[in-house]
């Protein structure tokens, strides 16, 4: 069977930026004012401090780091020893991860849209909550519930086999495969959400078996399958949060601990740090280009105005409880775990000290309004957090729209290879390099005393906050972007309504929930940020995640894991109470028809 | 109209909250800022503003490592107006690049250990005192009679598997450790520091073949020994009497000798406007004062607080600490030991984390 060939890449079937809307007169013009502004924010953002960092690849000295303006030795130095296994074992474990997460983002989005299985309104609800929880805290909620004397343990489960095997490669790959399925989900999901069941049927009726459809209907999906893919490669390889814990106690290093390693003695070699981050961003070049590749040798069009509304087929009963039961294992891993681990452990007196008995207390609760360490209680900081998530998220959620917009009226161009390029190389980049390319660019003379003093102040750790989501962002927000048929702005604007109320009408509802859940993202997101915010927070202004890590640091395991559970907590109170607002506040035809692109 | 009221409201929130975390803290005069690794350093400073109207002192506290990437990276327009961190060897780095004020310690009664602290240039000054290479046992797995009496004995198969250490790269007080180790098996004077550093290598590769355990920090480290994975650990003293006091009562403090001296140390940033260096100096002196040093005792009760004084006629916080002359301490020179940091650091990552 073959995809009808057509001239136009399909909005729907394909995934964020690769096969949007044709592009539109307006778009042709490749240097409007507005893609200037926005490269101009993207310089601020992202490219200047960020090239800053990796100019120190080469040349330490433009930034006083040491007396060469041209060497390849930091390059020699970083690809030999435990840094080049460590950029190694990340390359392959990302590898791996992709291709787990899609694989598992697949069936579950298979299960959930095109069959009867059980709780189908919750799983895609709880692949949200899964998106919103860090790595680092999956882990040590992990950690909590396998230790030796921990939450399982307390409870009477040995989980001695269990800690040896989590704190080792399978852990590494089971966390970072969790936490990857969600950005891979919505995309596939996407994808299948606009192919009707026709392709099944037809290849069905030319005597396929199981096997043969699936060969023959995955192909069609193919973009949003390599998109996943290019996604989740590149999340996987920006993490640090498992590198640094998982990766670190089972001696198995990864590029990003590499790189941590290398600025954490002092003088910290950024050069070396430098490198490994260039490492990083050129690592998701060939996905792009594979996808890029592929996409262009067909067309992948497969909706229009006659697509049907996929047939649910109806599995047996045993069928169905196997396939809840193994979705339903996927979110045990993914949420359940973690989350019994982190709310048992921080009840449980003296978590993972050898005893005779388990003595359940509240008093690392009380120790949270008033704390052991004098003047370090999470009120003030958490409020501060907030504060943070709001602004971030705000700008971030309008930032990310317009350049999902420019992003997917570009297609098929060299500058929508080169965003899609800089976006995806910028999910990679650790929260780390960004924290110090800002110091190194903003803290310039020339920036600092001629132009504008932003060092360790709040507007600037709200530009990198800003900076940090807001790739991961557009890219999310493209897909559903991507399917906005321009002509419904046109019609409006024809009717006489001014350029704002044209897209209010018609582009806002189609797209209010993916506003409102990317901005839920980048909110959780800023207030369980620790890389940035513990290098560029303004003095004496401590957000909640510094304190969480202080605690933590400090070895007062108790009082850092009620604090967690308590943020965790407080996180998804915003959420509810935004789901809440969305649903007093918007009009009842946005509810209906707002979930273009993503479903809930 | 419940919808336009729940709109207003939304955007009004939405507008407090961008005013609020917009404004920063009211500034009167010159901004000292203080880059802190103790844990009672929010109270000091607080302490500090209340008792100095007119001053506004602010806090960036962090670990040590963030603390000096960030110093490191400000370079020559730093933001820092003082260093504020346990181990002296950064700070005799800092001191080789002229980026410490110096002659900044204030008139104190030091105590013997105080005064074996300060640099001949007074770039630095020590304000408290722990020890590194502290011997932290749990005394529900090991007698005091059974534990070993010398550094050699502990590098013997009785104990092997027994013992646990941090990882350098990670614990900012363990590579103080390491280089007292080798200054101490080297019988390290002056000059080359070669055979000292190979003693040292050799010592450290015998207890990593007789089960040596590594972890990251004091945290995990210590949770080795409260799982009993292990028995004992070589670590900060403080640490240990935190433990001691609060989670782990079988928990005890040994030392065998000798063990590493590691002052509680601030420097002030030579770069900073005059008026900035005097209020740091202010800062200092303040420190220094019973005002100062009961700030330090209480602030961090179970952590940082537990340190010997470095001041004549200031006692301990804490009575599970016992008298700093009972205490064998050797002190070593960080303006030798400061700049071998990253070589013995790597070193140990290839034969002894990762061997």
Redesign the interface.
């Known amino acids: 069977m073959t995809t009808e060939l057509t001239a136009t890449p399909s909005p729907v079937t394909a995934p964020p930026v690769v096969g949007a809307a044709p592009p539109t007169p307006r778009a042709r013009r490749r240097w409007s004012g507005g893609t200037i502004v926005l490269w101009l924010i993207l310089t601020v953002l992202i490219i200047a401090p960020v090239g800053c960092f990796i100019l120190l690849a080469t040349s330490p000295r433009l930034?006083?780091?040491g007396s060469q303006y041209f060497t390849l030795a930091y390059i020699e130095q970083t690809l030999r020893?435990?840094t080049l296994r460590g950029i190694l074992n990340s390359l392959w474990v990302s590898s791996v991860v992709a291709v787990l997460a899609v694989s598992i983002a697949t069936t579950l989005a298979w299960l959930v849209q095109r069959t009867n299985v059980w709780g189908r309104r919750v799983w895609p609800f709880l692949m949200w909550v899964l998106l919103l929880v860090p790595t680092w805290m999956m882990t040590l909620g992990w950690g909590d519930l396998l230790?030796?004397?921990g939450a399982a343990s307390a409870a009477g489960i040995n989980t001695h086999f269990l800690y040896g095997e989590f704190f080792g490669p399978t852990g590494i790959i089971i966390v970072l495969t969790t936490a990857a399925v969600p950005f891979a989900y919505f995309i596939v999901a996407a994808g299948l959400q606009g192919l009707g069941s026709e392709f099944e049927d037809a290849a069905r009726i030319h005597g396929a078996g199981r096997l043969a459809v699936l060969r023959t209907v995955l192909p069609i999906v193919a973009p949003a399958l390599l998109s996943a893919l290019a996604i989740s490669f590149a999340e996987t390889m920006s993490d640090f949060g498992v590198a640094f814990t998982l990766g670190?106690?089972s001696?198995f290093?990864m590029a990003t601990y590499a790189l941590f390693?290398a600025?954490?003695?002092?003088?910290?070699?950024?050069s070396v740090a430098a490198v490994i981050a260039i490492v990083l961003i050129a690592s998701t070049i060939p996905p792009i280009m594979l996808q890029s590749r592929v996409t262009r040798r067909r067309s992948y069009a497969v909706l229009s105005g006659r697509t049907r509304i996929a047939r649910r087929h109806e599995l047996r009963p045993w069928a169905r409880v196997g396939a809840t039961m193994g979705i339903g294992l996927v979110f045990f891993v993914g949420l359940g775990g973690p989350l019994l681990g982190s709310v048992l452990g921080s009840f449980v007196k003296?978590l993972?000290?050898?005893s005779s008995g388990v003595h359940l207390t509240t008093a690392y609760y009380t120790q949270v309004l008033h704390p052991?360490?004098?003047?370090?209680s999470l009120g003030s900081p958490l409020v501060?957090s907030?504060?943070?998530g709001?602004?971030v998220a705000?700008a971030t959620g309008v930032l990310g729209f317009f350049l999902a917009r420019r992003l997917v009226s570009n297609v098929g161009g060299w500058g929508q290879r080169v965003t899609d390029v800089f976006l995806l190389g910028s999910v990679a980049v650790p929260g780390v390099v960004l924290g110090?390319g800002y110091?190194?660019f903003y803290?310039?003379?020339l920036i600092?005393?001629d132009l504008i003093n932003l060092?360790?102040?709040?507007?600037l750790l709200?530009l990198a906050l800003v900076a940090n989501s807001l790739p991961g962002q557009t890219r999310f927000m493209a897909g559903p972007v991507a399917q906005l048929q321009p002509s419904l702005g046109d019609a409006a604007r024809v009717h006489g309504a001014t350029r704002w109320r044209a897209w209010r009408t018609t582009s806002l509802p189609l797209v209010s929930r993916v506003l409102l859940w990317g901005w839920l993202l980048t909110f959780t997101k800023t207030i369980a940020e620790l890389a940035i915010v513990?290098?560029l927070?303004?003095?004496?202004?401590?957000p909640a995640s510094?304190s969480i890590q202080?605690y933590?640091?400090?070895?007062?395991?108790g009082t850092g894991t009620a604090m967690t559970v308590i943020t965790m907590v407080e996180m998804l109170l915003v959420i509810g109470l935004a789901l809440a607002?969305y649903r007093?506040?918007a009009p009842r035809g946005w509810r209906r028809i707002g979930w273009t692109g993503v479903e809930s | 109209m419940l919808r336009g009221a729940a709109a207003t409201c939304v955007v009004a929130s939405l507008g407090l909250v961008a005013t609020n975390v917009g404004a920063s803290p009211k500034a009167t005069g010159p901004t000292l800022v203080v880059y802190s690794a103790q844990g009672y350093d929010k109270a000091a400073v607080a302490a500090f503003n209340k008792t100095n109207p007119g001053f506004n002192v602010t806090l960036n506290d962090n670990s040590t490592g963030p603390l000096l990437q960030q110093i490191q990276a400000e370079g020559h327009n730093p933001k820092w107006g003082i260093l504020w961190v346990d181990g002296a060897t950064a700070f005799a780095a800092l001191d080789q690049q002229h980026m410490l004020a110096t002659h900044i310690v204030p008139k104190a009664n030091f105590n013997a250990v105080g005064k074996a602290n300060i640099p001949a240039d007074g770039s630095y000054v020590p304000v408290s005192m722990t020890a590194t290479g502290a011997l932290v046992y749990d005394s529900a797995q090991i007698k005091p009679s059974q534990l070993p009496k010398t550094w050699a004995q502990l590098a013997t198969s009785k104990y092997a598997h027994d013992l646990g250490m941090n990882d350098p790269t990670q614990s900012g007080p363990t590579y103080p450790l390491i280089a007292g180790l080798m200054n101490y098996l080297g019988h390290y004077k002056s000059g080359s520091t070669a055979s000292a550093i190979k003693a040292g290598e050799a010592y450290l590769a015998k207890l990593k073949r007789l089960g040596l355990v590594i972890n990251a920090t004091n945290g995990p480290t210590i949770g080795a020994i409260q799982a009993h994975t292990i028995k004992m650990a070589i670590v900060q003293s403080s640490a240990g009497y935190g433990q001691e006091i609060s989670s782990l009562p079988s928990l005890r403090v040994a030392y065998l000798t000798p063990v590493t001296a590691l002052p509680g140390v601030i420097g002030i940033d030579r770069l900073m406007p005059q008026a900035v260096q005097n209020e740091a100096r202010k800062f200092v002196a303040w420190v220094l004062s019973p005002a100062g040093q009961h700030v330090m005792k209480t602030g961090d009760p179970q952590g940082d607080s537990l340190f010997w004084p470095v001041l004549n006629g200031e006692s301990a916080s804490n009575k599970v600490i016992p008298p700093i002359a009972s205490v064998p301490m050797q002190t070593i020179n960080p303006y030798v030991w400061g700049p071998l940091e990253t070589s013995i650091n790597n070193w140990f990552t290839a034969n002894v984390n990762n061997g």
């Open positions: 930034f006083n780091q020893g435990s230790q030796p004397y670190y106690h001696n290093p390693n600025i954490s003695n002092y003088p910290a070699n950024f003296n993972g000290i050898y052991s360490i004098a003047d370090k501060l907030n504060q943070l709001v602004v705000t110090v110091i190194f803290n310039l003379g600092a005393h060092y360790k102040t709040l507007p709200m513990q290098i927070y303004p003095p004496s202004q401590e510094v202080s933590l640091g400090n070895y007062e395991l607002l007093a506040l």
